[in-house]
């Protein structure tokens, strides 16, 4: 049969007639191949085009768009209708580029969603001032994983409270806009991509393994930074650090979070042979600093008995709040390993939202301990006088998710003793959260996996992704592990942004170079774009090696030797 249908055949012959790959447009039918951007202004996706339940999809607006950072492009919005009348559409955005180099990127979102992912912008610490992917001929597309965000912005999770909603935004909302994505594509080029990539951070970290766990045929490759991968034990410690923050007087100011920071950085900057305002030595800090008997400029930074409300040292119920942030914590009643425990924020060297000076200051404040102490009922959110960005996850998380009671006090469901919760967490333990043993299928397809985790990230924890490897290595063995993955740590780099080494990476071109070549990565170098230290690279070191200062200009990843840390602490080369 010709790929044109005569235009008086109904949409629902079309697709009858012409299957997973069919165009209806109202009341005709349309070319599936190589149609131009206006024309996709009037294609409808039925039902049967979506591998998961939907009402179909339909495009809202498509338009050319040119410009210095992406290339001349066609704009695809629309949305994906649900089964459940009451649940939020999925809003998403496809961009085709003039000039095609016949591969795409699903592009994940971050926090709950709630605001489109466009795909015309690059990730941190992808390279900012780069032609974006879509300049480069991308195809880029995302969503706002079905459902739009409130008061909270991304930390609304108010539609949790609806099935369909929560499903989407769990990880079926990929698929689906996958799903249109790819006929899209068709429509425009008249074939498929031949490789097809995820690109994710902190949520959308766990949407790219998710996409590849679940659907490990669809792509070939995943970008994966920062991931919130097991989210359920994270918003259990969430729970845990927002309780112990609530307390009067255990909430830390600005004035003292500086204070711990400079005495980590005091005790262990340079632990790595080099005093350069970054603790790169850190499982060598976390086994000697103890911030009860540290000092800071030559004072003490724990207070005498009877100091208080004073901005000179910590309280005891201060020091108990960093402590908390800092230790696992066992979780016996969810069952499963990836469930059972969650290792704790790296918290001696993190800028929790320091007084800094920096330009990333006041998003790094945003993204950690926020300016408001948690409370009942929680402040709201209204940047940068929040409350900590744990404390909203975990209260619209149990408010929505968990008990569905959008009046329940969030102070008083005990994480570690849910009780009549328990059955809940576990059932949200299994849809949310990223099995690390379904990895295998994707390593059985060929597919490539890059991940990257700041050691300082104050808000989602580079040990949880450590543990992520661990798990991996365990189910699959050391060999297929290595075949499927690398994961880098960067010190002094912190959830997207840092005011001591924000980080560029140009990660794209080496996992292509290893999915579609099969070239494995090499040494990697990262670039410094913060303040005076702009410029300034160092290694990019696999984990467990960091990279240990060996003499020369501190500017240079030349200067830097990655290493192990043996059994009696002394740095070995690896």
């Given at each position: 049969m010709s790929r044109r249908i005569a235009r008086h055949i109904s949409p629902a012959l079309c697709a009858a007639l012409l299957g997973a790959s069919s165009f209806c447009a109202g009341s005709q039918a349309v070319a599936a191949a190589e149609m131009s951007c206006e024309e996709l202004a009037s294609v409808v996706i039925a039902t049967n085009q979506i591998s998961l339940p939907?009402?179909?999809?339909?495009?809202?607006?498509?338009?050319?768009?040119?410009?210095?950072?992406?290339?001349?492009?066609?704009?695809?919005?629309?949305?994906?209708?649900?089964?459940?009348?009451?649940?939020?559409?999925?809003?998403?955005?496809?961009?085709?580029?003039?000039?095609?180099?016949?591969?795409?990127?699903?592009?994940?979102?971050?926090?709950?969603?709630?605001?489109?992912?466009?795909?015309?912008?690059?990730?941190?610490?992808?390279?900012?001032m780069n032609r974006w992917p879509v300049a480069e001929g991308f195809v880029t597309y995302g969503s706002d994983s079905g459902h739009q965000a409130g008061p909270a912005l991304s930390r609304d999770g108010s539609f949790m409270a609806n099935d369909e909603a929560l499903r989407n935004y769990s990880g079926d909302a990929l698929k689906k806009t996958h799903d249109v994505a790819m006929q899209l594509v068709d429509a425009r080029y008249g074939k498929a991509p031949i490789a097809r990539y995820v690109i994710g951070g902190s949520t959308g970290g766990r949407e790219a393994l998710i996409a590849v766990s679940r659907w490990p045929a669809e792509f070939q490759g995943a970008l994966v930074f920062y991931p919130a991968w097991n989210l359920t034990a994270q918003n259990l410690h969430r729970g845990v650090i927002t309780q112990q923050m609530a307390k009067p007087g255990a909430y830390p100011s600005k004035a003292k979070r500086t204070l711990l920071y400079d005495a980590a950085i005091e005790a262990c900057d340079g632990l790595d042979g080099l005093k350069d305002g970054i603790i790169s030595n850190q499982a060598r800090c976390d086994k000697t600093f103890d911030p009860a008997s540290a000092t800071v400029n030559g004072k003490r930074l724990r207070c005498s008995p009877g100091e208080t409300n004073i901005d000179s040292c910590l309280t005891e119920d201060e020091l108990d709040s960093f402590m908390t942030m800092n230790d696992p914590i066992q979780f016996t009643y969810t069952r499963c390993d990836n469930g059972s425990s969650y290792p704790g924020l790296t918290t001696w060297g993190t800028d929790f939202g320091r007084t800094s000076g920096s330009q990333f200051e006041e998003l790094v404040t945003m993204l950690t301990l926020g300016m408001v102490a948690p409370a009942y009922p929680m402040p709201p959110v209204q940047d940068p006088m929040s409350p900590p960005h744990a404390a909203t996850f975990w209260d619209e998380w149990v408010r929505y998710a968990v008990t569905r009671d959008p009046s329940f006090n969030s102070l008083t469901l005990d994480p570690e003793e849910p009780r009549e919760w328990q059955s809940r967490i576990i059932e949200l333990r299994l849809l949310q959260d990223v099995d690390p043993t379904k990895l295998a299928a994707f390593e059985q397809h060929g597919g490539k996996i890059l991940i990257a985790h700041g050691v300082h990230d104050g808000t989602v924890s580079n040990r949880a992704t450590q543990d992520l490897v661990t798990q991996v290595t365990e189910s699959l063995g050391e060999t297929r592990t290595r075949n499927l993955l690398r994961y880098y740590e960067i010190p002094g780099y912190g959830h997207a942004f840092s005011t001591s080494f924000n980080a560029e990476w140009n990660a794209l071109p080496v996992l292509m170079a290893w999915a579609e070549q099969g070239q494995a990565p090499g040494p990697q170098v990262i670039q410094d774009i913060v303040g005076p230290s702009a410029g300034r690279t160092r290694p990019l070191c696999e984990y467990p090696t960091w990279p240990k200062y060996t003499g020369g200009d501190a500017n240079r990843a030349s200067s830097f030797t990655c290493v192990e840390v043996s059994d009696d602490d002394g740095a070995v080369a690896r």
């Amino acid at each position: 049969m010709s790929r044109r249908i005569a235009r008086h055949i109904s949409p629902a012959l079309c697709a009858a007639l012409l299957g997973a790959s069919s165009f209806c447009a109202g009341s005709q039918a349309v070319a599936a191949a190589e149609m131009s951007c206006e024309e996709l202004a009037s294609v409808v996706i039925a039902t049967n085009q979506i591998s998961l339940p939907t009402s179909g999809a339909s495009i809202t607006s498509a338009e050319t768009v040119d410009s210095p950072m992406t290339g001349e492009y066609c704009q695809v919005q629309g949305e994906i209708k649900p089964v459940d009348i009451t649940a939020p559409a999925i809003k998403f955005q496809v961009n085709l580029p003039q000039e095609w180099n016949d591969r795409s990127i699903l592009f994940g979102g971050s926090g709950m969603n709630g605001v489109l992912a466009t795909g015309t912008t690059p990730l941190p610490p992808m390279p900012l001032m780069n032609r974006w992917p879509v300049a480069e001929g991308f195809v880029t597309y995302g969503s706002d994983s079905g459902h739009q965000a409130g008061p909270a912005l991304s930390r609304d999770g108010s539609f949790m409270a609806n099935d369909e909603a929560l499903r989407n935004y769990s990880g079926d909302a990929l698929k689906k806009t996958h799903d249109v994505a790819m006929q899209l594509v068709d429509a425009r080029y008249g074939k498929a991509p031949i490789a097809r990539y995820v690109i994710g951070g902190s949520t959308g970290g766990r949407e790219a393994l998710i996409a590849v766990s679940r659907w490990p045929a669809e792509f070939q490759g995943a970008l994966v930074f920062y991931p919130a991968w097991n989210l359920t034990a994270q918003n259990l410690h969430r729970g845990v650090i927002t309780q112990q923050m609530a307390k009067p007087g255990a909430y830390p100011s600005k004035a003292k979070r500086t204070l711990l920071y400079d005495a980590a950085i005091e005790a262990c900057d340079g632990l790595d042979g080099l005093k350069d305002g970054i603790i790169s030595n850190q499982a060598r800090c976390d086994k000697t600093f103890d911030p009860a008997s540290a000092t800071v400029n030559g004072k003490r930074l724990r207070c005498s008995p009877g100091e208080t409300n004073i901005d000179s040292c910590l309280t005891e119920d201060e020091l108990d709040s960093f402590m908390t942030m800092n230790d696992p914590i066992q979780f016996t009643y969810t069952r499963c390993d990836n469930g059972s425990s969650y290792p704790g924020l790296t918290t001696w060297g993190t800028d929790f939202g320091r007084t800094s000076g920096s330009q990333f200051e006041e998003l790094v404040t945003m993204l950690t301990l926020g300016m408001v102490a948690p409370a009942y009922p929680m402040p709201p959110v209204q940047d940068p006088m929040s409350p900590p960005h744990a404390a909203t996850f975990w209260d619209e998380w149990v408010r929505y998710a968990v008990t569905r009671d959008p009046s329940f006090n969030s102070l008083t469901l005990d994480p570690e003793e849910p009780r009549e919760w328990q059955s809940r967490i576990i059932e949200l333990r299994l849809l949310q959260d990223v099995d690390p043993t379904k990895l295998a299928a994707f390593e059985q397809h060929g597919g490539k996996i890059l991940i990257a985790h700041g050691v300082h990230d104050g808000t989602v924890s580079n040990r949880a992704t450590q543990d992520l490897v661990t798990q991996v290595t365990e189910s699959l063995g050391e060999t297929r592990t290595r075949n499927l993955l690398r994961y880098y740590e960067i010190p002094g780099y912190g959830h997207a942004f840092s005011t001591s080494f924000n980080a560029e990476w140009n990660a794209l071109p080496v996992l292509m170079a290893w999915a579609e070549q099969g070239q494995a990565p090499g040494p990697q170098v990262i670039q410094d774009i913060v303040g005076p230290s702009a410029g300034r690279t160092r290694p990019l070191c696999e984990y467990p090696t960091w990279p240990k200062y060996t003499g020369g200009d501190a500017n240079r990843a030349s200067s830097f030797t990655c290493v192990e840390v043996s059994d009696d602490d002394g740095a070995v080369a690896r």
